[in-house]
């Protein structure tokens, strides 16, 4: 269950080294599943693959410290921000298996040299039938209709 899987632009993944970022929504994780559903957790994170070495080494995660609370079933994205030298995380379905709770989208930006967050806002769906599928970063002077 990982989504936008894409080579960092952090890195310039050229030659056999490249680098991954993706988010991991943190069901069946080493193809088990937790005993209770409050130790699931999502994280964003990010690989070194050494093509010629056949080898994959993980060098940074956000997420995982905050357990449930930052857990999404389902969707959910982290994109590398050039401009910023930070990622953007949307764990995008907050409390979805907590019916009790309102489901929520957690948007993070954070510095990966030091897990510093710049950023950070929840934004509440609407009802429980409203599920988010993932959120981006636009800039207004590069985007225009």
């Given at each position: 269950t990982q989504h936008t899987?894409?080579?960092?632009p952090r890195y310039d993944n050229k030659g056999s080294i490249k680098h991954l970022s993706v988010f991991d929504n943190g069901d069946a994780r080493g193809?088990?599943?937790?005993?209770?559903?409050?130790d699931k957790y999502s994280r964003a994170v990010e690989y070194k693959i050494d093509e010629k070495k056949?080898?994959?080494?993980?060098t940074w995660q956000f997420g995982k410290e905050r357990g449930f609370d930052f857990y999404s079933a389902v969707t959910s994205n982290v994109e590398w921000?050039?401009?910023?030298?930070t990622y953007f995380i949307s764990s995008s379905n907050v409390n979805l298996?907590?019916?009790?709770?309102?489901?929520?989208?957690?948007?993070?930006?954070?510095?990966?040299?030091?897990?510093?967050?710049?950023f950070e806002m929840d934004v509440d769906s609407a009802s429980r039938d409203d599920v988010a599928y993932r959120a981006m970063?636009?800039?207004p002077e590069v985007f225009s209709y």
């Open positions: 899987a894409w080579l960092t193809m088990e599943q937790p005993a209770f559903k409050e056949g080898t994959v080494e993980q921000q050039k401009d910023k030298s298996l907590r019916p009790d709770k309102t489901i929520k989208m957690v948007l993070v930006e954070i510095d990966p040299k030091t897990n510093e967050i710049k970063v636009i800039d």
